[in-house]
C-alpha cells in the first residue's frame, strides 16, 4: 500500500547545531506534504507545509524541501533551540477511493542538548 | 490550542467497560477524523466523517464505534476492549476532504489505557 518513509528515528545536536529529517513517500500523485511537531503531552501540531509547484519554503528557522522526481522532502531546522525538542512527523497526502488523507511517517524524535 | 478539544485526557478502563472518546472543534470544519498513535508506529487512520457522514473506516474492529452528531462533534464509543487497545487517540479536522491540500488540526488526544 501507499506509505511514507521517515529517517532518522531519534536525532540529537547541539544547541545552535541544524537538524535535517528526510521522508520519502510512494505515491506520485501526492501534492501536499505537512510537518507535524509533537510535545510531550500534547497532539500533533502544523509547523509547515509545502504543495508540489514549489520545491523548497522557508518561515524563519524551519525549512521545508521538496524533490518530486526523487519523490523525497526534507523538514530543516537551524539554530536549534532546546524548546525545538519533540516528536517530528512528515506526512504526504494521498487519494484513496472518495477521500484524501496524509498518511504520517513513524516520526522522528529530536532532543536539542543545551 | 487548534481548536479541537478532546475529553477525557486520560482513561482507564477495564476490558469489560464502556467508555466514550469525545472531540469539538470549533473551526467551522466538514471532516473530522479518528486516528490511533501507538509507540514506534505511524499514525494510524482509524474514521473519516464528511458532513457528518462516514466515508471510511479502516478495518477497524467493531468494537470501536464512531458517532458523528453534528458537523462539530466526533465520539469514538469504546466496548470490550483488548490491552493492545492502549494508545493515544487523536481526533482531527480539515476543511473538506474534496482537495489533495487537506491541512489537519489535531485535539490533545486521550490517553487509553486498558487494563
Known amino acids: 500500500g501507499e506509505n511514507v518513509e521517515q529517517h532518522p528515528s531519534t536525532l540529537s545536536v547541539q544547541e545552535g547545531d541544524s537538524a535535517v529529517i528526510k521522508c520519502t513517500y510512494s505515491?506520485?500523485?501526492?501534492?501536499?506534504f505537512p510537518w507535524y511537531k509533537q510535545e510531550l503531552g500534547k497532539g500533533p501540531q502544523l509547523i509547515i507545509d509545502?504543495?508540489?509547484?514549489?520545491g523548497e519554503k522557508k518561515d524563519q528557522r524551519i525549512a521545508v524541501t521538496l524533490n518530486k522526481t526523487a519523490k523525497h522532502f526534507s523538514l530543516h531546522i537551524t539554530e536549534t533551540q532546546p524548546e525545538d525538542s519533540a516528536v517530528y512527523f512528515c506526512?504526504?497526502?494521498?487519494?484513496?477511493?472518495?477521500?484524501?488523507?496524509?498518511?504520517f511517517g513513524t516520526g522522528t524524535l529530536l532532543a536539542v542538548q543545551p | 490550542e487548534t481548536g479541537v478539544t478532546q475529553t477525557p485526557r486520560h482513561l482507564v478502563m477495564g476490558m469489560t467497560n464502556k467508555k466514550s472518546l469525545k472531540c469539538e472543534q470549533h473551526?467551522?470544519?466538514?471532516?473530522m477524523y479518528w486516528y490511533k498513535q501507538s509507540a514506534k508506529k505511524p499514525l494510524e487512520l482509524m474514521f473519516v466523517?464528511?458532513?457528518?457522514?462516514?466515508?471510511e473506516n479502516n478495518s477497524v474492529p467493531s468494537r470501536f464505534s464512531p458517532e458523528c452528531p453534528n458537523s462539530s462533534h466526533l465520539f469514538l464509543h469504546l466496548h470490550t476492549l483488548q490491552p493492545e487497545d492502549s494508545a493515544l487517540y487523536l481526533c482531527?479536522?480539515?476543511?473538506?476532504?474534496?482537495?489533495?491540500?487537506?491541512?489537519?488540526?489535531f485535539g490533545q488526544g486521550t490517553r487509553l489505557t486498558v487494563v
Open positions: 482531527a479536522s480539515s476543511q473538506d476532504l474534496g482537495s489533495m491540500n487537506t491541512e489537519a488540526f
Open positions: 505515491d506520485s500523485a501526492s501534492n501536499y
Open positions: 509545502i504543495r508540489s509547484n514549489v
Open positions: 506526512a504526504a497526502s494521498m487519494r484513496g477511493g472518495a477521500t484524501n488523507k496524509l498518511i
Open positions: 473551526l467551522g470544519h466538514n471532516a
Open positions: 466523517y464528511s458532513l457528518e457522514e462516514r466515508v
